[in-house]
T-cell receptor, first 113, second 111 residues
Framework: KAGVTQTPRYLIKTRGQQVTLSCSPI?????VSWYQQTPGQGLQFLFE???????NKGNFPGRFSGRQFSNSRSEMNVSTLELGDSALYLC????????????FGPGTRLTVL | AQRVTQPEKLLSVFKGAPVELKCNYS??????LFWYVQYSRQRLQLLLR??SRESIKGFTADLNKGETSFHLKKPFAQEEDSAMYYC?????????????FGKGTLLTVNP
């Protein structure tokens, strides 16, 4: 099976802009989770989607949002970008909701100037 | 609140030496504990989970609820074990279930 794919792999934006990241899970996986990874804070959970519904959410401001489509693909949106949003954004899929075994994608490196 | 602490950012050992990567957690219920690994230029991947009680690539980890620890051990380190290791905790059941990661330990195994 093909692994989790994320597009784009690299992105440069300026403060105030918005950005949309995309994630395609492993075929048959219906859960998609998003994480933010920074040198200072490490890996932090953003949210999890299952069957097009957000099932859980981390402690991030409302500027961070997501959605999941009927084919399980997911998008994450960040509005009004801030310098501190520069990070590696990882997507992970799982065959079940609330599943501890997550299969990670390669990440999208977002740089906010 | 759930928290995972990996006290060592860096750990360096020689090939053939034993290795122990420490992980302590804070959680009021019954947690699920995991170790994830990221080799150079590869994706983050699951190494092992405490409920399976498996030995993967020679690594084992025992959940010690009294000491709230889940240390990862290998008796004889190999150069290919050099990687970033993350301990992770998931709370038990329900909509609060989420993976909380430690900040990671970079293991270097020297020849």
């Amino acid at each position: 099976k093909a692994g989790v794919t994320q597009t784009p792999r690299y992105l440069i934006k300026t403060r105030g802009q918005q950005v949309t990241l995309s994630c395609s899970p492993i075929s048959g996986h219906r859960s998609v989770s998003w994480y933010q990874q920074t040198p200072g804070q490490g890996l932090q959970f953003l949210f999890e989607y299952f069957s097009e519904t957000q099932r859980n959410k981390g402690n991030f401001p409302g500027r961070f949002s997501g959605r999941q489509f009927s084919n399980s693909r997911s998008e994450m949106n960040v509005s009004t970008l801030e310098l501190g949003d520069s990070a590696l954004y990882l997507c992970a899929s799982s065959p079940v909701v609330f599943g501890g075994e997550q299969f990670f994608g390669p990440g999208t490196r977002l740089t906010v100037l | 609140a759930q928290r995972v602490t990996q006290p060592e950012k860096l750990l360096s050992v020689f090939k053939g030496a034993p290795v122990e990567l420490k992980c302590n957690y804070s959680y009021s219920g019954s947690p699920e504990l995991f170790w994830y690994v990221q080799y150079s230029r590869q994706r983050l991947q699951l190494l092992l989970r405490h409920i399976s009680r498996e030995s993967i690539k020679g690594f084992t980890a025992d959940l010690n609820k009294g000491e709230t620890s889940f240390h990862l051990k290998k008796p004889f380190a190999q150069e290919e074990d050099s990687a970033m290791y993350y301990c992770a905790l998931a709370g038990s059941g329900g909509s609060n279930y989420k993976l909380t990661f430690g900040k990671g330990t970079l293991l270097t195994v020297n020849p």
